[in-house]
């Protein structure tokens, strides 16, 4: 028995002939075919189709359109049994192969060669570019394609595992960039490849790509990382914070950084950017803290964050300006919006950075502060 196959994920393609061009369907009829294909065998009332994608019509005319669009499927794809028992209609599931029903399965799987197949058969979301300009219909579509999303993403995520398990890790990090393609904010996938990363020793790559997840999760999501994945990149800030010096009588003539940052991992890497470029960098935790060290010893620059406990940023500003403690200061912050980039700038501070920090961002805006500052 020939079995018509029937490809929704990605652009409609209804095919009776395997070596065969695609059938040629209109919208509605292909609407109404991957309507009854994602669960081919299931019955559904004439009633309720007609009200799928014929609502703005009379209900007799809505059933004749129903009737016209099934007449269509049949003369175009004979060999696709639409089963009619009494007032419903279904598709015999022994007539189709269909990629949703073969991917949902393939998905439940773990082995490599299934969820690669499952991979694969993920050519794009349900009825791609398929627009029948119907509510009902419509909403069904968004709700289909959302589920069929993450069925592909967590075939992607098992196979991320599976692959970095297998020793096979050039297509784990494909793999879990595929998945990032489709879930940005997908913190698991981030995980495997900075831990990809830091295996293969690309330190600097394992930073970058713990950025593009906090870049990520704030603007999908406006969240941070969780622990587990700050964790993964500590380590890495760690070493790359220069050796403390050795004590020497010799003046240090370097100028001098105080970083204010309550948020570890962002300290560390922000007194490794620094220290890098040849600066003398001290950190605290608080502006309460950076207070303390500006009343004992001179800085030539505060790079600060605005979101702090105890002492914000801004009142740290504030205070400076009181005590008319000129120190150039750039803001570093998460936070959305510009007004407290306005605000900022109007209490005196001389720049403004949004995190993740790029090193040479941020290495560009400081020599302009110190610059400016020397004049």
């Known amino acids: 028995m020939t079995r018509v196959r029937l490809n929704l994920l990605g652009r409609f393609e209804a095919r009776p002939d395997p070596e065969g061009p695609p059938a040629a369907l209109g919208r509605k009829a292909q609407g109404l075919v991957g309507y009854l294909a994602v669960r081919p065998g299931q019955p559904h009332h004439r009633e309720r189709l007609a009200a799928l994608l014929w609502r703005g019509m009379e209900d007799e005319q809505a059933r004749h359109s129903l009737r016209q669009a099934v007449f269509a499927i049949r003369r175009a794809l004979p060999a696709l049994a639409l089963v009619t028992a009494g007032d419903t209609l279904a598709l015999d599931p022994a007539a189709v192969e269909v990629d949703v029903v073969e991917m949902e399965a393939l998905a439940e799987t773990s082995t490599v060669e299934a969820l690669e197949r499952a ?34 993403c967590t075939a992607l995520e098992k196979l991320t595992s599976a692959l970095v398990q ?75 914070r220069p050796a403390p010096e050795a004590p020497s009588p010799a003046r240090d003539d370097r100028a001098a950084v105080l970083v204010v940052e309550d948020e ?17 960098v001290e950190a605290v935790v608080d502006g309460g803290d950076a207070l303390l060290r500006v009343s004992r010893e001179r800085f030539d620059l505060i790079v ?17 300006a009181r005590n008319r403690i000129t120190t150039p200061v750039i803001f570093v912050t998460a936070q959305p919006g ?26 560009a805006r400081v020599q302009r502060a110190l610059a400016r500052s020397v004049r």
């Open 119 to 152: 991979a694969a058969l993920y050519r794009g979301d349900l009825l791609e570019g398929l627009r029948v300009k119907e509510p009902v219909f419509e909403d069904w579509l968004a709700r289909e394609r959302q589920r069929l999303r993450a069925v592909a």
């Open 166 to 240: 297998g020793g096979e890790t050039d297509r784990a990090a494909e793999t879990a960039q595929r998945l990032l393609a489709l879930d940005p904010a997908r913190e698991t996938a981030h995980r495997a490849l900075i831990r990809l990363h830091l295996a293969a020793g690309r330190r600097a790559d394992a930073v970058r790509q713990y950025q593009a997840c906090e870049r990520a999760l704030r603007a999908e999501l406006g969240v941070g990382p969780e622990a587990e994945t700050r964790r993964l990149i500590e380590d890495v800030a760690d070493e790359r």
């Open 304 to 320: 600060s964050d605005i979101a702090m406990p105890l002492l914000d940023g801004m009142t740290l500003l504030e205070i400076l």
């Open 264 to 280: 570890p991992v962002t300290r560390a890497l922000l007194e490794a950017f620094l220290g890098s470029a040849g600066y003398r």
């Open 338 to 363: 510009d007004e407290l980039e306005v605000r900022g700038l109007q209490l005196g501070a001389v720049d403004y950075l949004r995190k993740p920090v790029q090193k040479d961002v941020l290495l």
